[in-house]
RNA sequence: GGUGCGGUAGCCAAGUGGUUAGGCACCGGUUUGCAAAACCGGCACACGUGGGUUCAAAUCCCAUCCGCACCUCCA
């Protein structure tokens, strides 16, 4: 009996390292969290949906997770964009931030423990400032706009060990922005004089925002101490933001920061990363629109985190904008929903006992919860995982079926009953790690299906006519007449379940 | 230039020394009035390239090519 074993990679390390909470029991982890200067994109979604199974998988194994993802409210883009908007920064950062949090929990992302807001913190920052000038590792800086107090990064011997850069490398990159006044070309603010803008908050040296990094230190050290097991982020804020937290916090308090390191891989359109800037991004938001939210969070989940997950767009030429890899996803969903929804069906009436009904489905699906959390051991496998649960869909299936066909043996079918119920804990046991499947079935189907008619337009009501008139005629046997309506909804995207009795219709994804 | 991530069958995507995850597409079958869905079976001399180590390499070593990212705000 080997004790099950969660290992990560650690960019501090470059290697696949097990993790060794600092209290047995206990993993404290801190993601850095969005600017909500914008509306969240793929691409944020994709990062916060790593940490969430990576925080639902730790669960699941038995620790006391303590998340916290902050948010960054105090930024210079923020101000920029309020004032565009005609808001109050804070007022425009509050109710973006509100709609990361709406956009999230369509992901399903759990609500960490703590959401930290820079504004909030104000306290914590400047005493971390004033730390790091008493020991050394910052000063203050008169420019025009007031005073600048900025960390020496060359006070800080260690600084690199994160993004695994020479400190005289970084000097040819580094730039000096205008008005700056640091002793060093490679120092970065703390904190910034307000100036003419007036949006800051009163300092020893006088009105100012905090700079970027020093946040996550202030509220990382504020919440979970000064040293944490987990730091988290995007593969961009390798360098400089975690660099720098490390050298702030490091410089300011006994290290190590945090014991280890995660950074999630970029989401990219036509192999190109999803920013921004480059003005390739979809925004949560439009996917919610076309493709139901768990599509998303699986589509993520098909491949590694660490790695590149390519995101298409395709334009159909009736003109709409589809997302053919979330599509995709999205029939895989369905054929989850579908498989449990069988087993359930199969599951009823069921005797306790299993028997020995079925050997090889009964196999998976006793093991499906073990092979998921083995695959998540691995440096958080999700596509081992999630091809465990296709699997385990498919045994549900083939329960559901076996239950049909043993009808004249009594005894047997109990048998396979009781293995449906079975694999429909095993579909909860199995997913709880990585948070799918967490609708009511009736509710995927209802919201799907309404979803589907909005995006393309079509009445149900004209539908079921077109199916009601389709199964009069199959009554009558005029299947010539039956199968144009068939060709007709077809053709609409319109999927026709015949049963010998009736019929049931679904739309397709895409 | 420095530092990372990636290059696996038609496509997506795991694997990281020796019984080839999973999915899509495709082909045959069960089922069906015919279909769809579901299920069964098939499916591919795959591992960027060139060397090397080994009884054995996609997996280790060396070299090299290509894509992307970070080095400046960015999940």
Known sequence: MTTPTTRLYNTLTRRIEPLVPIQPGKVSMYVCGPTVQDVAHAGHGRTYTTFDVLRRYLTVRGFAVTYVRNITDVDDKILAKSREAGEPPLEYSRRIAKIHAEDYAALGLAIPEHEP?????????LEIIERLIERGHAYVAETPKGQDVYFAVRS???????????????????RIE??????DSLDFAL??????????????????????????????MKLLGEHFDIHGGGMDLIFPHHENEI?????????PLANLWMHGGFLQVDSEKMSKSLGNFVTIRDVLVR????????????????????????????GRIVFPGVDEAERRIEYLYAARDAATLAAADAPAAIGKALPQQAAIVREAKTRVLDALDQDLNTSVALAVLNELAKAANEIAMAVQKLRKDKAQQDAARALAAAAVHAFADACAPLGLLHSASEDFWARTKAQRLRTRNIDSVILDQKVLE???????KNFARAD????????????????????????NVG
């Open 117 to 125: 807001r820079v504004s909030e913190h104000i306290p914590d920052i």
């Open 156 to 174: 800080f011997a260690p600084y690199g060990k994160l993004s695994h850069r020479e400190i005289n490398d970084l000097l040819s990159g580094a």
């Open 178 to 183: 205008v008005g700056e006044t640091k002793r």
């Open 191 to 220: 904190w910034k004089a307000s100036g003419k803008d007036g949006w800051g908050w009163p300092s020893p040296w006088g009105v100012g925002r905090p700079g970027w990094h020093v946040e996550c230190s202030a509220m990382s």
């Open 247 to 255: 050298a702030q916090s490091e410089a300011a308090h006994t290290p």
């Open 291 to 318: 493709n139901d939210r768990e599509s998303l969070r699986y589509f993520y989940l098909g491949s590694h985190y660490r790695g590149p997950l390519n995101f298409d767009v395709e334009k159909r030429d009736d």
């Open 470 to 476: 389709r199964t009069r005629a199959r009554q009558e």
């Open 484 to 507: 144009a309506i068939r060709d007709e909804l077809v053709a609409l995207g319109v999927e026709l379940l015949d049963t010998p009795e009736t019929t049931t219709w679904r739309l």
